[in-house]
């Protein structure tokens, strides 16, 4: 009988010693620092119109955590202090935010490049039709989850009637030319997995997926993403109804890939919570686990040289980001096993 893994619950596993993530990257001589701060990640609320399976932020219609204009302001300060070179606006569904329009405007005016995670379906909620038009006129780099480029698939993990919603959105960013030839406007694309198992290598399915979508609805696009899914909130009560969480920790432990550490995204990024709280991911911030004591804990208090190769507080759910080609919210970390 295989044993059991009970130190590899990613949400005890941040308030415990010892931290297996750790003494893995010590048994390869690793240690995890960020080299540089290029990107601000803002979560700006858990708020969104769908309730997706595996959404590791727990985002609903039902949450009310939105970050305040006033924690905007301190974001926008910092941008303005600091010339981080990319802002990363992700939530929930971030244009549900009253303050977004205002975030992106102001951080483009900044010279800022921005980034919006943009679930697509939001795109038809009340006053969001003209968002491509917005996007388009900012400049803005649109990253969309779409789960696979059949229904089935994509209603299974975001609910009946998204595949269709989204199709019909793709088509409108790229009516105002997002993600086709000849055009500067960047439309990306992000795959995870239906279910407890790790994305194939990323060239493959978006070869996949350009052709498909194509071919069946006319539909381009840059580049595809493929993120693994972490064990966490909404994917980690899916992994223990199923019975496959210590299957799919074992999975990512075995997956370790010692050349997927340099290019984590918790080196180059830090994330601010919808409070104005700073961590170093949008994963550690989904389970309370901050940045390391010693260091400002506000975007209000941010100093970059503080930051810039401060140690990377990990748990036992790192191994997703390590596990295989390796996974940030850029998609796979090396290009070959």
Known sequence: MVPALPFLNPQIEVARAPNRFDEKLTSHSLELRASKVET????????????????HVDASPARTEIMTRETVEQVIGALRQFRFPTLDITGGAPELNPSFRHLVSEARDL???????????????????????????????????LPYFLEQQTDAQRGQGVFHKSIEALLRLNAVGYGVDGSSLVLNLVYNPVGAFLPPPQASIEADFKRELLTR????FNHLYTIT???IKRFLDYLRRSGNEERYMRKLVEAFNSH????????????????GRLF?????????????????QSIAEFDPLKFASR?????????????????????AVVNSL
């Open 111 to 145: 010279g800022t490049h921005v980034i919006v995670r943009h679930n697509l379906t939001v795109m038809f909620d009340p006053g969001q039709s003209n968002l491509p038009h917005f996007f388009r006129e900012h400049e803005v780099e649109v990253v969309s989850s």
């Open 229 to 231: 899914n972490m064990p």
């Open 280 to 296: 170093d991911c949008d994963f550690n911030q989904m389970l309370e686990l901050g940045v390391a004591p010693e260091l400002p």
């Open 260 to 275: 997927a550490v340099e290019g984590l995204m918790c080196r180059t990024l830090v994330s601010v919570d919808w409070t």
């Open 217 to 220: 609805y006319g539909v381009s």
């Open 311 to 331: 140690r990377v507080m990990t748990g036992a759910h790192c191994f997703g980001c390590t596990a295989g080609a390796g996974s940030s919210c850029g998609g």
């Open 40 to 55: 601000l990640q803002v979560n700006v609320g858990k708020l969104c119109n769908q309730a997706c399976k595996h959404c």
